[in-house]
């Protein structure tokens, strides 16, 4: 799993700005794969320069193109490239602090009528008027010099940026969802599990994306299951698979990996000693009884 914030915080090279708990980046995809698994434990705006890449989701798929922009949530999804053009990006993550600071002292005293989304999507077209092109285009200064420009400067346009967004009536939705985060509710330990579970993340870069440390979210988690991340995981994870065989014509393979799993041989270890069968062998059994 391609770890993007943590990449982009880490690695020289990129034109990037560091605040405290917001970075923004321009760069072009350092992933050669045509398709791949990333993640981030930030929320993300991003906004394509140039080509076009596809996010993919459990409910819909995502092709944004030049000068389309984009908001998502934090947690994991597929992507899909395309190598005829070259792919330019600038991206603006935002921990959860960053959107509930700028809600409470920005947007929330320019903007009424929030409510909150029970079940949010991962993934929000963001409506680009002229205004917002510009804003986009504005951080290429800071980005080329960003030891010369304060940083309350670069937040106070970042800030600047998420309010013209919400003051779009395109945009509502995006707006609604921030207030949600803003809240802290609706993106508990138990939905960020059961929204997560089936990507190859380890049991660390689960109480990341939980915003917990691995101690507190290990306590966390065997005081609410009453088990340990890694024994969730692993019965969540094969019990998804189990109804994929009976409801797919998926190959093992395709089915190990939708599921989590790291490799075939792994899934296929760890099948056999829950259930005393290989995946095929389970397969053929349920098949033969239907």
């Known amino acids: 799993m391609f770890d993007s914030y943590k990449h982009f915080l880490e690695t020289p090279g990129y034109h990037k700005i560091i605040g405290e708990d917001y970075l923004i980046v321009e760069f ?8 791949f698994d990333a993640w981030s434990e930030c929320h993300s705006i991003v906004y394509v320069l140039n080509g076009q890449k596809k996010w993919i989701t459990p409910s819909a798929d995502y092709l944004v193109s030049e ?60 409506e680009v008027n002229e205004s917002l092109q510009t804003l986009y285009h504005s951080f290429f200064t800071y980005l080329k ?16 940026m998420l309010l013209n967004i919400c003051l779009d009536p395109g945009n509502s939705e995006i707006k609604n969802v921030l207030h949600t985060i803003s809240l802290q509710s609706g993106f508990t ?42 024994k969730w995981l692993l019965t969540k994870r094969l019990e998804l698979a189990r109804k994929l065989m009976v409801t797919t014509d998926f190959t093992i393979q395709q089915i190990c990996y939708d599921c989590g799993f790291e490799s075939d041989s792994h899934f ?23």
Not at 145 to 160: A, D, G, M, V
Not at 199 to 209: I, Q, T
């Open 28 to 35: 072009k995809c350092p992933i050669k794969e045509e398709l």
């Open 67 to 126: 000068n389309q922009s984009i908001f998502v949530r934090k947690g994991a999804f597929k992507n899909q490239q395309y190598f005829e053009e070259s792919f330019c990006v600038l991206m603006f993550f935002m921990k959860d602090d960053f959107i509930k600071r700028c809600m409470e002292n920005d947007i929330g005293n320019e903007i009424e009528h929030f409510h909150k989304i029970e079940h949010p999507d991962f993934v929000y077209r963001i």
């Open 145 to 160: 010099q960003p030891n010369k420009t304060p940083q309350k400067i670069i937040e106070l346009k970042f800030r600047e």
């Open 189 to 230: 330990i138990e939905n960020i599990m059961e929204e997560q579970f089936f990507y190859n993340l380890k049991v660390e870069e689960f109480a990341r994306l939980c915003g917990k440390s691995l101690s507190s979210f290990k306590r966390y988690f065997k005081k609410t299951y009453n088990t340990t991340p890694a």
């Open 268 to 290: 296929n270890r760890c099948f056999k000693m829950e259930y005393d069968m290989t995946p095929n062998q389970w397969r053929q059994s349920k098949t033969q009884s239907i």
